[in-house]
């Protein structure tokens, strides 16, 4: 299996700063296909998951442009360009790209200082 | 408004079954790849199985496999997770989600993709 590691695994951030959470793949995630299918999650205290971004850099409808994916290869990161109070949650990273094994990253709980 | 509504988690002893269900409304739940995920409490997220849109093709995680059959049924938008010989570790919130994204233009649907709609979860809890 693929397994993907984020860093840091706890994140304390100030209210309008920025902030940023890296995933890195133990295979490369470049499909045959030639697409890269990384995907960013985010899940507030009690609520289900919900996708931020797919294949690494593009948002979903109604996410806030503060929010932004990059990376290539094996290693991706997710910003937040100032962090506010509705941010607080977990995020996940997700690979698609060696489906139907499909694994998450550990998580990384976003907290205000 | 696109949504799902998962429904028949409960306490089962270890070896019982439970079938879950999962709602679709507010889409072409036929064009569309379909999977269920799961959280056990206070851990991560982890995939269980994915049916595609006809039901033809399915896949599971080999924590379950043998055990679990996931199953659709189109004419009533709903998806489906029978869990048999049920164990302690299966103890989790059980997700159903869509998979696929839309652009501006386009939708689309597949495994690769990632789950882009998510239920509010049914919770699963295994235990003598």
């Known amino acids: 299996d693929v397994v993907m590691t984020q860093s840091p695994l706890s994140l304390p951030v100030t209210l309008g700063q920025p902030a940023s959470i890296s995933c890195r793949s133990s295979?490369?995630?470049?499909?045959?296909?030639?697409?890269?299918?990384l995907n960013w999650f985010q899940q507030r205290p009690g609520q289900s998951p919900r996708r931020l971004i797919y294949k690494v850099s593009n948002r979903d409808s109604g996410v806030p442009d503060r929010f932004s994916g990059s990376g290539s290869g094996t290693d991706f990161t997710l910003k937040i360009s100032r962090v506010e109070a509705e941010d607080v949650g977990v995020y996940y990273c997700m690979q698609g790209t060696h489906w139907p094994d499909v694994t998450f990253g550990q998580g990384t709980k976003v907290e205000i200082k | 408004q696109v949504q799902l509504v998962e429904s028949g988690g409960g306490l089962v002893k270890p070896g019982g079954s439970l079938r879950l269900s999962c709602a679709a409304s507010g889409f072409t739940f036929s064009d569309y790849y379909m999977s269920w995920i799961r959280q056990a409490p206070g851990k991560g997220l982890e995939w269980v199985s994915y049916i595609s849109s006809s039901g033809s093709t399915i896949y599971y995680a080999d924590s379950v496999k043998g055990r679990f059959t996931i199953s659709r049924d189109n004419a009533k938008n709903s998806l489906y997770l029978q869990m048999n010989s049920l164990r302690a570790e299966d103890t989790a919130v059980y997700y159903c989600?869509?998979?696929?994204?839309?652009?501006?233009?386009?939708?689309?649907?597949?495994?690769?993709?990632?789950?882009?709609?998510w239920g509010q979860g049914t919770t699963v809890t295994v235990s003598s």
């Open positions: 989600a869509r998979e696929g994204y839309c652009s501006s233009t386009s939708c689309y649907s597949g495994p690769p993709y990632g789950m882009d709609v």
């Open positions: 295979q490369s995630l470049v499909h045959s296909d030639g697409n890269t299918y």
